[in-house]
């Protein structure tokens, strides 16, 4: 099994099993052990701004607290990890992990093995090779992604957050966290008091499941938050909150973003399990 080469930070995803895709990473993570004061800050980011596809003059984030770097990637150069790898280790620090966010056009699995999926980036034709994450809640979005491949979403562009996993022989492939579908009408934000244990947000995914409205939800068990995106611009959230208290719990708010509307950001995914509907 490949190792988890840890240089990421906090991102975005994977696909289906066996298809291709255009891709372009946005943003890159770096969890980074080590750090221990703003010097420590400087130094690292000035030999990070070194590398060709981040500009000189762009400002980068670091939370010392959570030894986290987020680095905005210039999308017409190809994404390299070593380079971060590099970086990071001639700044004296250790590279645990590093995570990407990135979008890409699905295509069909007939060209790829069960386990594994393509991405190509047409502008600077590199290709990626994505695997299902080694949680059960990546491997849930796995599963999903897999099911609207082979249904509508063959064709369609998608967001995904992915982790940067190295392999013996120097190759590398992205393995799955979270995706998000772009061709949508809205999405729903539920918040949902009650949640006990993951089985809860199960439970709950699978009974909004089956709206023909709903084309992919993402549940978190800690935060109570339910992300759903629908196919119309005008979801029936008093349908989906009612759906919701016949279980036993408790929808206390909805919040309702049209497509287009850009105060949603993938960062309410973190940590969520996925389901999707073709």
Not at 53 to 62: C, F
Not at 168 to 197: H, N
Not at 222 to 245: C, E, F, K, M, Q
Request: charged fraction near 20%; include cysteine.
């Amino acid at each position: 099994m490949a190792h988890r080469t840890h240089l990421i930070g906090a991102a975005l995803l994977a696909l289906v099993a066996g298809s291709t895709a255009s891709a372009q990473v946005t943003q890159v993570q770096l969890h980074v052990k080590g750090m221990t004061c703003p010097f420590c800050v400087y130094n690292m980011e000035k030999r990070i701004k070194k590398i060709d596809a981040i500009d000189s003059g762009v400002k980068l984030e670091t939370f010392l607290d959570k030894g986290l770097t987020v680095v905005p990637w210039d999308t017409s150069k190809r994404f390299d990890p070593a380079l971060m790898t590099q970086a990071v280790k001639d700044s004296g620090f250790t590279l645990e992990s590093i995570e990407v966010t990135a979008s890409g056009v699905l295509s069909d699995n007939s060209s790829y093995t069960p386990d594994t999926l393509a991405l190509t980036d047409p502008g600077t034709g590199q290709a990626f090779t994505l695997v299902a994450g080694d949680r059960a809640d990546h491997a849930a979005s796995w599963t999903a992604l897999n099911a609207y491949a082979d249904g509508a979403g063959a064709g369609k562009k998608i967001n995904i957050t992915g982790v940067v996993m190295s392999g013996a022989d120097g190759s590398w492939r992205i393995a799955l966290e979270r995706w998000a579908p772009t061709d949508f009408g809205a999405e729903v934000y539920l918040k949902v008091k009650g949640f006990q244990c993951e089985k809860c947000a199960a439970r709950t995914m699978k009974t909004l499941g089956v709206f023909d409205d709903v084309i992919h939800l993402e549940a978190d068990r800690d935060s109570g938050l339910v992300h759903v995106w629908t196919r119309s611009p005008n979801p029936d959230t008093d349908a989906l909150s009612a759906r919701i208290d016949t279980l036993g719990f408790q929808c206390t708010h909805a919040d309702v973003h049209a497509k287009g509307d850009d105060t949603h950001e993938m960062s309410h995914m973190s940590g969520m399990k996925g389901m999707s509907k073709q």
